[in-house]
C-alpha cells in the first residue's frame, strides 16, 4: 500500500521536517494557521490543503507538528479537523510534545474511527530538523510505526527512531528527554560560572571536558551558545516552560520525586520573569551567572 504524505504544522520544526520530506521524494500535501509557510513549502514541491480536513481527505498517513496539546486537539476534533474526514486505516503521526494522557486519548479516538494514531515526540532541536537527524520515540501500535517508519526516516536518524512502548510511552519519553536536558543544562551553567568566578577560560573547560566523561550534546551545542551568549531562538524558553509543565504533571501523576528537576524550574522562572521568554531556553543557565554574580561574562571579552 502506498501512502500519501500530509504535512500539518509548518514552524520552526515543521517546516524543514516537511522540506525532508520532499526531497526523499514523498508527494506532500500541507496545511498550516498561517499561509506564509505554506507557500514556501508549496514552492518546494508541496500541495496546499485548505483545512486538516482537506489534508485527511486527500492522505492516509498525516503528520502533526504543533505547539502543544491543545493544537493538537484543535487540528483533530475541530468541525472541519482531520477526524471529519479521517479514512480507515489512517496513520496519524503527532509529532508534537504534548501531555501523554492527551495522546493517549486521542489514540482511543482515532481507534474508534477505524484509525490509528502514534505518540512520536522528537529531539534534536531545528539543527535536527533541518539536517534530518532528529530522534524519534514512538508510542503505539508496532505496526502502525512499520508501516510509516520510511516517512519517519526521512525526518530523523533511522536508527534512533525507537519504539518505546503503547500510547503515550513516546510522550513519557520526551518528558525524560527535557528532563535531562534541564538539568545537565543547569550543571553546565553552575561549571562555566565556577570558571569564570575562579578567572579560568571556560572555553577551554569546555574543550577539555568534551574530550572527557562529561560530554554531552548540552555541552557541545548548548555550552557553545552560552560561550557567544547567542541565544537565537532554536526552541524559545515560554515552549520549554510548556514542556517542563508536561514533565512536572508526570512526576506528580506517577509519585517521582525529581528535586534536580524543581530547581531548573525556578532557574526558568527566574528567566522568564526577566522577560526573556522569546530567547533560546539555553539561556536559563545565565540565571546561574546572575547568581553568581559573574563580571567578566562569555562572549563579552
Known amino acids: ?123 534534536g532541536g531545528e539543527i535536527g530538523a533541518i539536517d534530518g537527524t532528529l530522534s524519534i520515540m514512538v508510542g503505539g501500535d508496532a505496526a502502525s510505526l512499520e508501516r510509516v517508519r520510511p516517512v519517519l526516516a526521512a525526518m530523523g536518524n533511522p536508527e534512533r527512531i525507537v519504539h518505546i512502548g503503547e500510547s503515550g510511552a513516546g510522550q513519557i519519553c520526551k518528558a525524560c528527554n527535557q528532563l535531562v536536558i534541564g538539568g545537565t543544562l543547569a550543571a553546565v551553567g553552575e561549571a562555566f560560572a565556577l570558571a569564570m568566578k575562579s578567572g579560568v577560560d571556560a572555553s577551554k573547560v569546555r574543550a577539555a571536558l568534551l574530550g572527557g566523561f ?3 550534546r548540552v555541552l557541545e551545542v548548548h555550552g557553545d551558545r552560552l560561550l557567544k551568549e547567542n541565544f537565537k531562538p532554536g526552541f524559545p524558553a515560554r515552549l520549554y516552560r510548556k514542556d517542563l509543565r508536561i514533565v512536572l504533571d508526570a512526576l506528580s501523576e506517577s509519585r517521582t520525586p525529581a528535586p534536580v528537576t524543581a530547581v531548573v524550574q525556578q532557574l526558568l522562572s527566574a528567566l522568564l520573569a526577566q522577560g526573556k521568554q522569546e530567547l533560546d531556553y539555553s539561556a536559563l543557565a545565565t540565571v546561574l551567572f546572575d547568581l553568581a554574580q559573574v563580571e567578566k561574562r562569555p562572549g563579552r571579552g
Do not use: W, Y
Open 1 to 123: 500500500m502506498t501512502d500519501n504524505v500530509g504535512f500539518i504544522g509548518l514552524g520552526v520544526m515543521g517546516r524543514p521536517m516537511s522540506l525532508n520530506l520532499l526531497k526523499r521524494g514523498f508527494p506532500l500535501v500541507v496545511h498550516n494557521r498561517s499561509r506564509g509557510p505554506v507557500d514556501a513549502v508549496v514552492a518546494a514541491g508541496a500541495t496546499a490543503a485548505e483545512s486538516p480536513a482537506d489534508v485527511a481527505r486527500q492522505c492516509t498517513v498525516i503528520v502533526t507538528m504543533l505547539p502543544d496539546g491543545p493544537d493538537v486537539e484543535q487540528v483533530l476534533t475541530s468541525a472541519n479537523g482531520v477526524f471529519a474526514a479521517l479514512q480507515p486505516g489512517g496513520v496519524i503521526v503527532d509529532m508534537s510534545t504534548i501531555a501523554p494522557g492527551t495522546a493517549r486519548r486521542l489514540a482511543r479516538a482515532a481507534e474508534g474511527r477505524g484509525a490509528t494514531m502514534l505518540d512520536a515526540p522528537v529531539s
Open 214 to 216: 562529561a560530554a554531552s
